[in-house]
């Protein structure tokens, strides 16, 4: 009884959980397809497409080599013509992808595509498929079709614009074929919490700088002074300051906005400009000039504060604070600003600035609640300006990041990745040479002595020079990734060789080895039927590797973790690799090409990629990439499929788990 009842259980459970892992299918878009008749021989046909959010959907003017434009392909039909090019309701968004190596064009929440045609004849039906394909900031979906099939009723008046006919297109079930295996949990970007951490460090390092340190013991003991109410005014201080910087976000965000930000982020020309703007902050910081507002803002403002009483009097001497520390905050300020508007948050801006407004704020407030801890703080002395030369080095060398974004977008090929380390190197060595004493600008005192504070930086800084020198010759310095121009710019590279795979030469030709090349030089197969067949041969298990060009996650994995030592080692020695690109738009022979169903939805087969991708979709129940699929050479699952985890040792756990089982079933 008891175990007929665990049992049943047990079903629930397996039940529920299959159930659950059905909807591993993505289709984040619905379309809807309409036409409208212009006259008596041309309509307009209107395809309508709301895209979930964090999705993308591709532009139709695409360039060559990019990812899969939005096509609308009408089925051979010689009553119909078409006139002109695909036409959208509104402008896409612009961006540079460095993974294509150009702009790209997409659109975000929905879009309207609109295709004129003329009818030749009295026809009563159009019919046709949209393609395209859907990306996020984690992976992108192997390309798609929605097909339609619209009855036509056209009014021979002239004076007909209405909407004819609707067909709405929903998201389509997929038929599971096999068990469908549960994929980690993607990773969830936060985003907003990087720029309040980014502008909160921005406003610990303001207030190490002289324009803002010696302030703090003054303005909390004018506080003390009116003994009445002190804590509550510097609270209202505090609060102040934090009022006058989220307005400033708050200004750039209501000038700019996020949209208007990200276009010009990809422009080389405002990239350069930035990067200028960057050279002047970082040369005020070394003492070249100081940047400051006009001295009589300043006095205006604390003529305010001295003439008005209450909450206006205190919120002027906020202002004035700001005003007179602009020479070291600015900076800081602008840096942050450029960097939260073009994040691509609407509130970015806010985000920052309230991040740094808090840093800059709690001294103020806490010293006035703790008067007796003011005798803790250093006093005002030359470290205050070994800080904003410190400043200045960190300012030159984030340019460099505006300068590579506009040399990438504009191909100029003037900032490789080689060019963009020694500049990297020189001015971390340099800068650790100014911490030990051997170099000297305008404003710094003597030093007859280094402190130990200062060893530190210098050894820190020192260190990552070091660190980087490696680059020069190709390694790969994951942790400065998102700064550096990407590898390819680099002219000279021995880490790429020196890491390639080194084992024996599979002497066939392999199909489609003219089209597909494995990273580190991989035996990989690029078709299932010939490496399962090979992998019987030699009598090794199988990994399936489903990719995509456009697939940036797929890149991270090979540079992350295939890069490991360990895990080439396996995937050169014992397993037999079958690479498939879900994504590819290259046509299959005549003979090759055939509609299949998929669950209720037929999906025409023409392309490698759509082979691929139905494979991947019908037999394993998602299409999602990166997807990592163990078999045996039967074709019998191992272990569960993997997908992104840039964890090196779980993945050697999976590929040794299928290992084992290979061996133990042999």
Same mark, same amino acid.
């Given at each position: 009884?008891?175990?007929?009842?665990?049992?049943?259980?047990?079903?629930?459970?397996?039940?529920?959980?299959?159930?659950?892992?059905?909807?591993?299918?993505?289709?984040?878009?619905?379309?809807?397809?309409?036409?409208?008749?212009?006259?008596?021989?041309?309509?307009?046909?209107?395809?309508?497409?709301?895209?979930?959010?964090?999705?993308?959907?591709?532009?139709?003017?695409?360039?060559?080599? #990019?990812?899969?434009?939005?096509?609308?392909?009408? $089925?051979?039909?010689?009553?119909?013509?078409?006139?002109?090019?695909? $036409?959208?309701?509104?402008?896409?968004?612009?961006?540079?992808?460095?993974?294509?190596?150009?702009?790209?064009?997409?659109?975000?929440?929905?879009?309207?595509?609109?295709?004129?045609?003329?009818?030749?004849?009295?026809?009563?039906?159009?019919?046709?498929?949209?393609?395209?394909?859907?990306?996020?900031? !984690?992976?992108?979906?192997?390309?798609?079709?929605?097909?339609?099939?619209?009855?036509?009723?056209?009014?021979?008046?002239?004076?007909?614009?209405?909407?004819?006919?609707?067909?709405?297109?929903?998201?389509?079930?997929?038929?599971?074929?096999?068990?469908?295996?549960?994929?980690?949990?993607?990773?969830?970007?936060?985003?907003?919490?990087?720029?309040?951490?980014?502008?909160?460090?921005?406003?610990?390092?303001?207030?190490?700088?002289?324009?803002?340190?010696?302030?703090?013991? +003054?303005?909390?003991?004018?506080?003390?002074?009116?003994?009445?109410?002190?804590?509550?005014?510097?609270?209202?201080?505090?609060?102040?300051?934090?009022?006058?910087?989220?307005?400033?976000?708050?200004?750039?965000?209501?000038?700019?906005?996020?949209?208007?930000?990200?276009?010009?982020?990809?422009?080389?020309? /405002?990239?350069?400009?930035?990067?200028?703007?960057?050279?002047? /902050?970082?040369?005020?910081? *070394? #003492?070249?000039?100081?940047?400051?507002?006009?001295?009589?803002?300043?006095?205006?403002?604390?003529?305010?504060?001295?003439?008005?009483?209450?909450?206006?009097?205190?919120?002027?001497?906020?202002?004035?604070?700001?005003? =007179?520390?602009?020479?070291?905050?600015?900076?800081?300020?602008?840096?942050?600003?450029? !960097?939260?508007?073009?994040?691509?948050?609407?509130?970015?801006?806010?985000?920052?600035?309230?991040?740094?407004?808090?840093? *800059?704020?709690?001294?103020?407030?806490?010293?006035?609640?703790?008067?007796?801890?003011?005798?803790?703080?250093?006093?005002?002395?030359?470290?205050?300006?070994?800080?904003?030369?410190?400043?200045?080095?960190? !300012?030159?060398?984030?340019?460099?990041?505006? +300068?590579?974004?506009?040399?990438?977008?504009?191909?100029?090929?003037?900032?490789?990745? !080689?060019?963009?380390?020694?500049?990297?190197?020189?001015?971390?060595?340099?800068?650790?040479?100014?911490?030990?004493?051997?170099?000297?600008? &305008?404003?710094?005192?003597?030093?007859?002595? =280094?402190?130990?504070?200062? /060893?530190?930086?210098?050894?820190?800084?020192?260190? /990552?020079?070091?660190?980087?020198?490696?680059? *020069?010759?190709?390694?790969?310095?994951?942790?400065?990734?998102?700064?550096?121009?990407?590898?390819?710019?680099?002219?000279?590279? +021995?880490?790429?060789?020196?890491?390639?795979?080194?084992?024996?030469?599979?002497?066939?030709?392999?199909?489609?080895?003219?089209?597909?090349?494995?990273?580190?030089?991989?035996?990989?197969?690029?078709?299932?039927?010939?490496?399962?067949?090979?992998?019987?041969?030699?009598?090794?298990?199988?990994?399936?590797?489903?990719?995509?060009?456009?697939?940036?996650?797929?890149?991270?994995?090979? &540079?992350?973790?295939?890069?490991?030592?360990? &895990?080439?080692?396996? +995937?050169?020695?014992?397993? &037999?690799?079958?690479?498939?690109?879900?994504?590819?738009?290259?046509?299959?022979?005549?003979?090759?090409?055939?509609?299949?169903?998929?669950?209720?939805?037929?999906?025409?087969?023409?392309?490698?990629?759509?082979?691929?991708?139905?494979?991947?979709?019908?037999?394993?129940?998602?299409?999602?990439?990166?997807?990592?699929?163990? *078999?045996?050479?039967?074709?019998?699952?191992?272990?569960?499929?993997?997908?992104?985890?840039?964890?090196?040792?779980?993945?050697?756990?999976?590929?040794?788990?299928?290992?084992?089982?290979?061996?133990?079933?042999?």
């Amino acid at each position: 009884m008891h175990k007929h009842f665990y049992r049943l259980i047990l079903i629930l459970l397996l039940c529920i959980n299959a159930l659950q892992n059905f909807a591993q299918i993505e289709h984040p878009i619905t379309w809807g397809i309409s036409y409208k008749q212009i006259d008596e021989k041309t309509i307009d046909i209107n395809c309508a497409a709301t895209i979930e959010k964090h999705w993308h959907l591709y532009s139709f003017d695409i360039p060559k080599n #990019g990812p899969v434009p939005t096509s609308i392909v009408f $089925k051979p039909n010689d009553g119909i013509s078409i006139i002109g090019s695909i $036409k959208t309701n509104k402008k896409p968004i612009e961006k540079f992808d460095a993974m294509f190596d150009m702009k790209i064009h997409y659109f975000e929440n929905n879009v309207v595509f609109k295709q004129r045609i003329n009818l030749k004849k009295n026809i009563t039906k159009v019919s046709g498929y949209i393609e395209y394909m859907l990306c996020n900031d !984690e992976k992108c979906l192997p390309p798609d079709q929605e097909k339609f099939n619209i009855k036509l009723k056209v009014n021979k008046s002239k004076n007909t614009d209405s909407i004819k006919a609707i067909q709405t297109i929903h998201p389509s079930k997929i038929e599971k074929k096999q068990i469908v295996y549960p994929q980690p949990k993607s990773r969830s970007k936060s985003g907003l919490w990087l720029i309040f951490i980014g502008g909160f460090l921005g406003g610990l390092l303001a207030l190490l700088t002289p324009c803002v340190f010696p302030m703090i013991p +003054l303005t909390v003991s004018f506080f003390i002074k009116r003994k009445k109410n002190h804590t509550t005014n510097a609270l209202l201080y505090g609060l102040s300051i934090i009022l006058i910087y989220v307005g400033l976000g708050f200004l750039t965000t209501l000038l700019f906005g996020p949209d208007a930000m990200n276009a010009l982020s990809t422009n080389p020309w /405002f990239n350069v400009i930035l990067f200028g703007l960057l050279v002047v /902050f970082g040369a005020s910081f *070394l #003492g070249a000039f100081e940047l400051q507002l006009p001295t009589s803002w300043a006095n205006y403002f604390d003529r305010k504060a001295d003439t008005t009483t209450g909450l206006v009097s205190i919120f002027f001497m906020a202002f004035t604070l700001g005003i =007179v520390s602009f020479s070291c905050t600015g900076p800081i300020i602008g840096t942050l600003l450029v !960097e939260a508007a073009t994040s691509g948050s609407t509130i970015g801006p806010l985000i920052g600035m309230f991040g740094f407004s808090l840093a *800059l704020a709690l001294p103020f407030t806490f010293f006035a609640f703790f008067p007796s801890l003011l005798s803790k703080i250093p006093r005002s002395g030359g470290w205050l300006n070994t800080v904003k030369v410190v400043l200045g080095f960190l !300012e030159l060398a984030f340019s460099l990041k505006f +300068l590579s974004t506009a040399d990438l977008a504009a191909h100029w090929n003037i900032l490789p990745r !080689e060019t963009f380390l020694s500049l990297w190197i020189v001015l971390f060595i340099l800068l650790g040479v100014y911490l030990l004493g051997g170099l000297r600008f &305008v404003h710094d005192s003597d030093t007859k002595h =280094v402190s130990v504070t200062r /060893f530190f930086v210098a050894l820190f800084s020192l260190s /990552f020079a070091m660190y980087m020198i490696p680059g *020069l010759w190709g390694a790969p310095l994951k942790s400065i990734s998102a700064f550096s121009p990407p590898q390819q710019t680099q002219d000279f590279d +021995l880490y790429t060789n020196g890491i390639s795979s080194k084992n024996e030469t599979i002497k066939t030709t392999k199909k489609y080895g003219d089209l597909f090349h494995s990273p580190y030089n991989l035996n990989s197969f690029f078709d299932y039927e010939e490496g399962m067949a090979y992998a019987r041969q030699v009598k090794k298990p199988v990994i399936i590797d489903f990719t995509g060009h456009g697939c940036v996650n797929c890149r991270k994995m090979e &540079v992350s973790v295939w890069s490991d030592k360990r &895990v080439l080692q396996i +995937l050169s020695n014992d397993y &037999v690799l079958i690479s498939l690109y879900v994504d590819d738009r290259t046509e299959l022979p005549k003979e090759e090409q055939k509609e299949v169903k998929l669950g209720d939805k037929t999906m025409t087969i023409s392309t490698i990629g759509n082979k691929w991708s139905y494979f991947q979709a019908s037999t394993f129940g998602t299409n999602s990439q990166p997807y990592y699929v163990l *078999l045996d050479n039967n074709g019998k699952m191992l272990e569960n499929p993997s997908a992104y985890d840039l964890d090196v040792e779980h993945y050697i756990s999976f590929l040794e788990n299928g290992l084992r089982i290979f061996k133990e079933k042999n």
